[in-house]
């Protein structure tokens, strides 16, 4: 019952952090709707893949490492944040490349380069590793076993990659498409800035800190 409580717990939690809006949705979105469906699920399931990341290294103790280490966090946090701002500064010089330039650079992307950026996006905000850390520390029943420790590495993945599927799925489809076209440099330089500010703002963070 412990153990099933626990689950609920950080499902419930990761869930609604999850569908808050941030770097991985602004990536997810434009690559659905700049790239293709696939390329825009393959980035979801690299957003998955860093849920993961974050989940085991929370069971294995993310947590006490970031607060023995407080120096860590802040490193993460420019390093990330810098990425971070990269990424936009990519979105936001391709804005007026028309297609079939999609994606963050001058080639086409494939479905592993689209997995990849989703994976690298993931892991580089550290903000999301405090989340699972945080929410791993609240819920954690004392001792688990490696069924539960699989079983809910596995319900990260399932929380982190069905929700950007649904994302990449929903502005895939013919309207959303249609209106990236046509308005795409104002888009892009939209989600670009947005990236970047994102960056800025994460990295500015740890000299306030």
Do not use: C
Not at 21 to 29: M, R
Not at 55 to 78: I, M, N, R, T
Not at 140 to 157: C, D, E, I, K, R
């Amino acid at each position: 019952m412990e153990g099933l409580s626990a689950l609920l717990g950080v499902v419930t939690a990761l869930t609604v952090g999850v569908v808050s809006p941030g770097p991985s949705f602004v990536l997810v979105a434009r690559t659905a709707v700049s790239a293709s469906r696939s390329e825009g699920v393959a980035a979801a399931m690299g957003m998955g893949a860093g849920g993961v990341v974050f989940a085991v290294a929370a069971l294995l103790g993310l947590q006490g490492l970031l607060l023995a280490a407080p120096s860590v966090y802040l490193v993460l946090k420019v390093l990330g944040g810098l990425y971070l701002a990269y990424l936009g500064i990519r979105i936001w010089l391709s804005a007026r490349h028309p297609l079939p330039v999609v994606g963050l650079t001058l080639k086409r992307t494939t479905r592993f380069d689209a997995l990849v950026l989703g994976f690298t996006t993931q892991v580089s905000n550290p903000k999301t590793a405090i989340v699972y850390a945080s929410v791993f520390a609240a819920f954690m029943p004392a001792a688990q076993s490696l069924a539960f420790a699989l079983v809910l590495v596995a319900l990260v993945f399932t929380i982190e990659a069905s929700w950007y599927t649904v994302v990449a799925l929903a502005l895939s489809s013919e309207r959303p498409r249609g209106a990236y076209l046509r308005y795409k440099a104002w888009v892009d330089r939209i989600a670009g800035g947005v990236m970047v500010m994102l960056g800025m703002k994460l990295a500015s963070s740890a000299y306030r800190a």
